[in-house]
């Protein structure tokens, strides 16, 4: 009898848990199909490449031999390593800021200076890129300022590697401040306090208190934007020069103008392994701060 | 920290912060609209010569600027209606039931956030290139709908298990079969966070540019491509700016909705902060 009732229950179970794996299948199956196959895949087909006779693929590192040895190639390599390296700190020092000075005020000015630091948030990256050739591109609104008041042009920063930069940070200010904000939530006022009251002055407190405690938030922040940057499209797409390009245009061009889906995937498995180190660290924090 | 409060000293650090953000943030937003409702706008001249709706008629009387409307309508819904009809149910299993592997499945949403967009982007069209899917309607609801598995997962499993579990039951105690818990009890309480992920979704698909781009052009053209069209080959200046209006409309409409949930510490919490 009571074998039967245990029995039973374990049905149940079982069975729930059928209907739990049949109502996560179609999510769980797109992962699979669409992000981790295409990954797999991509690596295969760039080290197992076509023979030149048409019949079977064999072991070749031909693709990436060419990538590295092409000077072309290693230029786009270069400036995005380099923009990636720039929007990085000059987030970290813009955002920083904004965010020590969020945690300690109160009132109406800083929720005014907060939330026009989250409004990027609310503007598509392809309105930016418009907004920013209008005013800082040639003949642009700065000129016009400038010209009034009897001032020479700007060098205008758009079609050169500092577009893409001023969009880039702009657009990633508001995530930034807020993982910035969220990390200065762990810093409590007694530990300040106690050390204000020990003499430490506004440097001190921020070296030897503030940023021990943030560093973490700081590293989160930081491979972010690498992994939000590195293959950036739209902003470097648009405001960028023509040459050298970013990884993310120079992909895009690959792949749809040359007609070349072979070196467009070296150049996407390539860009993987610059910032695998990164994407790894951000998702173990972002799984870290979730209980399934 | 009270005393200074009393003292009521002014807050010059924020000042600086509150007017710098304006002229970077609001300012370059500013041009653009006022780009949009001026009919003529010379060189030298630092204010419009002419404001008017000229160029609104002149945008919106044109054939590419509706068909991609549409097609970005159609577009956003199809994803968002898919990605709902996948999501919830998944989402309410994550919540409610115990199965083998449920975490690692739960966490292996974030696979995608490991790596860098557009190269993923260029991993999965060239599996489209081999399935004919490349320039296809198809396609680009299927890159966009993965887009949206992340947020339409773990938003509403967080709504589902902040439901009081204490009423389904009372309510099951009074005789309610589960269908009448979860449409009574369970989905009245976890609505307005769905509804947020939900709108979330259809926006940030609306905006979705690279995947449309990357797989759908030429054929498929959304609004922000057409968008990327305007800022590379148009001369009049107006078409863009009004278009850039147009298109801000549904970051606005998430912005009256979202503002609150962003500001919550959660929001950051998403995001590994």
């Given amino acids: ?292 | 920290m009270a005393h200074t409060l009393v003292e009521k000293r002014i807050d010059w650090t924020g000042i600086l912060f509150a007017v710098a953000l304006t002229i970077v943030i609001v300012f370059p937003l500013l041009v653009v609209g006022t780009w949009a409702f001026t009919n003529v706008w010379r060189y030298p001249s630092v204010i419009p010569q002419e404001f008017g709706l000229k160029f609104w008629q002149q945008t919106l009387a044109r054939a590419d600027v509706w068909s991609s409307i549409t097609m970005s309508l159609s577009l956003a819904t199809m994803v968002t209606l898919l990605s709902a009809i996948i999501c919830l149910p998944a989402a309410y299993a994550f919540a409610r039931m115990d199965f083998p592997g449920r975490s690692i499945l739960f966490f292996s949403f974030l696979a995608g956030h490991a790596f860098p967009k557009f190269g993923l982007l260029v991993a999965i069209a060239g599996i489209f290139l081999q399935l004919n899917l490349i320039g296809t309607f198809w396609g680009v609801v299927l890159i966009q709908l993965v887009g949206t598995l992340l947020f339409m997962i773990w938003i509403p499993v967080a709504a589902f298990q902040a439901v009081d579990r204490r009423m389904e039951e009372a309510a099951r105690d009074v005789g309610a079969g589960p269908f009448r818990v979860f449409w009574s009890i369970t989905l009245p309480q976890a609505g307005p966070t769905i509804a947020a992920a939900v709108l979330l979704s259809f926006v940030g698909t609306f905006y979705e540019t690279e995947g449309a781009w990357l797989i759908g052009a030429p054929q498929i053209r959304t609004l922000p491509v057409l968008m990327i069209s305007f800022i590379n080959n148009q001369p009049v200046i107006q078409y863009g700016a009004v278009l850039s209006v147009l298109l801000w409309v549904p970051s606005f409409i998430a912005l009256l909705f979202a503002r609150r949930v962003i500001s919550s510490g959660s929001f950051a919490k998403g995001f590994g902060g």
Wanted: with cysteine; aromatic share 10%; proline share 7%.
């Fill in chain 1, 1 to 292: 009898m009571s074998l039967s009732a245990t029995s039973d229950i374990v049905g149940t179970k079982t069975r729930r848990g059928l209907t739990g794996l049949l109502l996560v299948a179609i999510p769980v199956f797109l992962v699979v199909w669409m992000i981790i196959w295409p990954i797999i895949s991509a690596i295969g087909r760039t080290i197992w490449l076509p023979n030149d006779g048409g019949t079977g693929r064999s072991f070749s590192l031909e693709t990436y031999k060419f990538f590295f040895t092409d000077q072309y190639s290693l230029n786009n390599l270069s400036v995005t390593l380099w923009t990636t390296g720039i929007c990085a700190l000059l987030l970290v020092l813009i955002c920083l800021p904004i965010a020590l000075y969020l945690r300690f005020a109160k009132g109406r000015l800083a929720a005014y200076v907060q939330g026009l630091a989250i409004f990027p948030m609310f503007v598509p990256s392809i309105i930016l890129s418009y907004a920013i050739i209008r005013v800082l591109g040639p003949n642009g609104t700065v000129d016009l300022l400038l010209n009034s008041v009897g001032l020479p042009h700007i060098r205008s920063p758009y079609l050169t590697p500092w577009g893409p930069v001023i969009g880039l940070v702009w657009d990633n200010i508001p995530l930034t401040v807020l993982i910035l904000l969220s990390g200065l939530g762990n810093v409590s006022n007694q530990s300040i306090e106690a050390a204000r009251d020990v003499g430490a002055g506004r440097l001190a407190v921020l070296w030897h208190i503030i940023l021990p405690r943030i560093s973490n938030s700081i590293l989160v922040a930081v491979s972010f934007t690498v992994l939000g940057i590195f293959s950036a499209f739209t902003l470097p797409y648009v405001l960028g020069p023509a040459a050298p390009e970013m990884m993310g245009p120079f992909m895009q061009r690959t792949f749809r103008d040359l007609n070349d889906p072979t070196n467009a995937i070296t150049q996407a498995v390539i860009a993987f392994c610059f910032c695998i180190v990164f994407g790894l660290f951000y998702v173990r924090s972002v799984a870290k701060n979730r209980n399934p």
